[in-house]
């Protein structure tokens, strides 16, 4: 079920009806269902498989939260992972022995792909698992570190793994964000509508207006980068950045405020990663409950900062490694989290030896010159498309995905220009959805602050301004959607 679908129009609607009518002991069990019927209306056998994954942590949980069983927290990561591998790495790793293992061993292997052979069922990948597993991971972690001592009754811990509108791809919480909040009293009158409504409405602006407009951009250039020019392959890259960021941060609006909605708060995953001015602040406003897992569940978890500077850069090169699997079974997926990783690897060697600074910000300091201010912010802005240009030649290796070849070609495209090229256009539509994006971009920068201070001065003009927004949101998507396009992390 999509959320730029009727289907989840229709289902949310009626479910927020239920809900606030019931009564208060309810509304939990209410959520369960939902989330049940959220995930059935995808797969009802892969529900099956769901809950008896959930099922079959729950005694391993107790086990870890009563006695800190290290026994058990071994247990529930083999099932877990192994459950992760099976289904999301296995034709993965059997592509992989094929250019390993001798020949006659390659063609029994070749067998048991979906392409070659029909030796095995298919495996489907399931919904949502590679978010569901990193939470359930995330709980036993923190049980065994201490920090869970009262062992949540099974349905609450079924509804705060299973709960819809993070589901299926992020934020990826854990218990501080939402366990307790799943006992506290929750009154209809106390929810911010008005923000809930902003973040959807800002979420399917930019799902719908913003990412498929890029999407179909980038798609027709950086799968066929032999047709175009260097600067146009570059901005087709360009282009698959603007994508996945506008899909993913949309698809991440559209959960926070629907559970805003049901009186829920989840955690901010994306704060404008694009302009940042260094490459770790980058990765501390992308994805940001993902970058925070990887550094407490993957890097600190291999030794951190703890044990030198050669094997605390070796770990987080390991991390993005890992990280950039966790995205897709595939090598380009692999080779951008090793590019990603040396990015980062260098720029803290460099910040180390004191050859570039970490306190760079935006705006100006107090009693600064103007003329210094003017340099500086040159300087920031240069600084900015420097490491844009690093995030955007990154992209190539996670958009060729299982496709290495999309590499090479794109690559190629970029720095051998190709004879009997074709242009490729842009007009005015493309201008004016690209400036919608950057001024997005620049209030969830700034944490919507620009709106938020001038919030009292703006009281008068709210609700016309929330009923222009709507009416143009409406005629937005009734012009330029194109149909109901899965977000890309839901295949993840």
Known sequence: MLYNSIEYFVFFSVLLIIYWSAVPRFRNIILIISSLVFYAYWSFPFLLHYCVILTLNYPLLQMIIKRKSRAALIGALVLDIGNLAFFKYFYFMVRSLEFVLPGNLTGTLSQITPENGDVIPVIILPLAISFYTFQIIAFHM?????????????????????????????????????????????????????????????????????????????????????????????????????????????????????????????????????????????????????????????????????????????????????????????????????????????????????????????????????????????????????ILTLIVLGGIFFNAGTDLSLIVRNFKALFSPAPNTIPFGVNSYHGFVFLIFLFLHWLEYNDFRPIFDRREKWRALEKPALVGFALLLLFTISWKATGNTPFVYFQF
Not at 178 to 187: A, F, G, T, V, Y
Not at 203 to 217: E, R, S, T, W, Y
Not at 256 to 270: A, D, I, K, T, Y
């Open 142 to 386: 923190d049980a065994y570190r201490g920090e869970v001592t009262e062992v949540p009754g099974f349905w609450k811990y079924f509804l705060f793994i299973s709960y819809f509108p993070q589901h299926i791809a992020g934020p990826i919480i854990r218990h501080e964000d939402l366990l307790k909040q799943l006992d506290e009293p929750r009154n209809p009158a106390a929810v911010d509508v008005e923000r809930g409504l902003a973040l959807i409405g800002m979420g399917l602006v930019k799902k719908i207006l913003i990412a498929d407009l890029f999407a179909q951009l980038a798609l027709s250039i950086t799968h066929s980068p032999e047709k175009y020019d260097p600067p146009i392959v570059f901005l087709g890259c360009v282009f698959f950045a603007i994508q996945v960021y506008s899909d993913f941060s949309g698809y991440s609006d559209i959960a926070r405020g629907s559970s805003l909605l049901l009186g829920f708060e989840l955690p901010v995953n994306f704060r404008g990663p694009f302009f940042q001015l260094s490459y770790q602040e980058h990765w501390q406003r992308w994805h940001i409950t993902l970058s925070f897992w990887l550094r407490d569940y993957l890097y600190i978890a291999l030794g951190g900062n703890r044990k030198g500077k050669f094997k605390s850069h070796l770990f987080l090169l390991i991390t993005f490694v890992l990280g950039g699997l966790w995205h897709g079974a595939g090598w380009g997926f692999v080779l951008w989290g090793v590019a990603v990783g040396m990015f980062l690897v260098i720029e803290r060697i460099l910040r180390e030896k004191g050859w570039i600074s970490s306190d760079e910000k935006w705006g100006r300091r107090e009693a600064e010159a103007t003329s210094t201010f003017s340099f500086r912010t040159f300087k920031n802005f240069l600084r900015m498309s420097m």
